[in-house]
């Protein structure tokens, strides 16, 4: 499955880009990049509930 989606994820990719001039492709990049470390610095410390698998199909 993969080697027939990557091809058509990367084409989408590069035409969505495409419509970025460099300047703005580089702040995209930045602000993907503060927020992918904004997500794991705040998943780090998260307390999230767990779940109850011995219910697992009942209900």
Do not use: C, W
Request: glycine fraction near 4%; aromatic fraction near 2%.
């Amino acid at each position: 499955m993969y080697d027939e989606l990557h091809p058509l994820v990367a084409r989408i990719n590069a035409e969505l880009l495409a419509t970025l001039d460099a300047d703005h492709a580089a702040s995209l990049d930045e602000a993907l990049r503060q927020l992918q470390a904004r997500a794991e610095e705040l998943a780090a410390v998260a307390v999230l509930p767990k779940a109850d698998r011995r219910r697992r199909g009942t209900g």
